[in-house]
Structures are given as structure tokens and as C-alpha cells.
């Protein structure tokens, strides 16, 4: 079964609100977790890194008051897509790792990634 | 440019063909994860090379990494419809970090 929760699948907003998107461990604690995005037709493109208790890690580009992102319990990790606009309509997905130290073997891998939320800004 | 490549971009390949996809990386590869996606919706894990050599194997797919040459290969024997979809390689670049990249994507269509 899933080891990574994403919530919502799908959302439709309009212009000017905003959207939050939750990302949970469901038994396992994740330090950190990864915020992707993903356009039609290209890749995932890596976000921003959320650390639990610290403030997240931006990649280039990334506006950090656009996308907020907190990481308030070792189980939750919430992006919120701030004043959204169409453009910011995407494929947006998670991921967490099992912790360092922690055996993943029941796991198949160390990583695992949530099924993503489809956001659409009117 | 991008540090993770893969190719080809897309391949449209006859039902029963082989197929081969590479992922090569411009940095040392610690760790490289393929998956299969359609656009919208999740990944679906196929196999995680740690190793230099190291070769996997899952039904009728096998995937190799090459650590030398910084770069993995994904091969799909006797193409189905159902493999049909989007691969991606992941490749931690930071050693443990767990902080994954992905490669531009490969898009594969098999016809019937």
C-alpha cells in the first residue's frame, strides 16, 4: 500500500486564492520531504526541500513567497500555492525518504513519492 | 543544461519489439531510480540501482547502471501496449541526500 499520502488529488481554484496541498508519511516519520513540479509534457521538476522544525530549501527560480511550504510535524509536509494564477496550474507531487539509518527493506525502495495533485487556476 | 538526460525523447516501437532508453547523468550518480508515469498521475516505481554493474530485472523489464560512464540503460523485451507511458530515471547527484532529480523523460508508445 501507499507509504506517502497526498491530498488533494485534483483541485480547481480561481485566480487570486489559495490553494494547500498536504503531503503525509503514513508510518513512517520523514525528516525531509521534496516538493516537484510537473508541466505538460516535461519532467518533474524539483521545488523546494522541506525540513521539519526549519524553514525549506528553494531551488533557483522558485518564488518562496509564491509557494510556502511547512513542514510542522515529521508526518505533514503542506505547499501552499499562494494568490495562484493560471499559470501556476501544474502537476504538483511530493516525495519522502525513509529516514537514514532506517531499514526500508519492507519498503522496496527508500523513497517514495505521493499521487500527485493535479491544480487548475481559473 | 540539463544534468540528468535522457534518450530518446519519444519512441513509438511495433508490439513484440525490444527497446532500449539511456539516462546519462553529468555528475556522479549516487543512486538511480527508474519510473513509469502518465502525465497527471503518480509514479509507478520500476527499479532502484545503487551500484555500479548492478543489473535488475522485473517481468520483461531490465535496467543497468553504469557508473563509470555515470549512466543507465532501461530495456524493455517484447513490447507491450501496457508499457506504453512516460519513463523517467531519478538520480540522487548528492550523495544520500535523497534529494532526486529527474531526466527530460522518454515517451513511449507501442502499437497494436
Known amino acids: 500500500g501507499a507509504v506517502v499520502s497526498q491530498h488533494p488529488s485534483w483541485v480547481i481554484c480561481k485566480s487570486g486564492t489559495s490553494v494547500k496541498i498536504e503531503c503525509r508519511s503514513l508510518d513512517f516519520q520523514a525528516t525531509t520531504m521534496f516538493w516537484y513540479r510537473q508541466f505538460p509534457k516535461q519532467s518533474l521538476m524539483l521545488m523546494a526541500t522541506s525540513n521539519e522544525g526549519s524553514k525549506a530549501t528553494y531551488e533557483q527560480g522558485v518564488e518562496k513567497d509564491k509557494f510556502l511550504i511547512n513542514h510542522a510535524s515529521l508526518t505533514l509536509s503542506t505547499l501552499t500555492v499562494t494568490s495562484a494564477h493560471p499559470e501556476d496550474s501544474s502537476f504538483y507531487i511530493c516525495?519522502?525518504?525513509?529516514?537514514?539509518?532506517?531499514?526500508?527493506?519492507?519498503?522496496?525502495?527508500?523513497?517514495?513519492f505521493g499521487n500527485g495533485t493535479r491544480l487548475t487556476v481559473t | 543544461s540539463q544534468e540528468l538526460e535522457q534518450s530518446p525523447q519519444s519512441l513509438i516501437v511495433q508490439e513484440g519489439k525490444n527497446l532500449t532508453i539511456n539516462c546519462t547523468s553529468s555528475k556522479t550518480l549516487y543512486g538511480l531510480y527508474w519510473y513509469k508515469q502518465k502525465y497527471g498521475e503518480g509514479l509507478i516505481f520500476l527499479m532502484m540501482?545503487?551500484?555500479?554493474?548492478e543489473e535488475k530485472s522485473h517481468e520483461k523489464i531490465t535496467a543497468k547502471l553504469d557508473e563509470k560512464k555515470q549512466q543507465s540503460s532501461l530495456h524493455i523485451t517484447a513490447s507491450q501496449p501496457s508499457h506504453a507511458g512516460i519513463y523517467l530515471c531519478?538520480?540522487?547527484?548528492?550523495?544520500?541526500?535523497?534529494?532526486?532529480?529527474f531526466g527530460t523523460g522518454t515517451r513511449l508508445k507501442v502499437l497494436a
Open positions: 531519478g538520480a540522487d547527484l548528492t550523495s544520500g541526500t535523497y534529494k532526486y532529480i
Open positions: 540501482l545503487q551500484k555500479g554493474g
Open positions: 516525495s519522502a525518504p525513509i529516514p537514514l539509518g532506517q531499514s526500508w527493506s519492507s519498503y522496496n525502495s527508500p523513497l517514495h
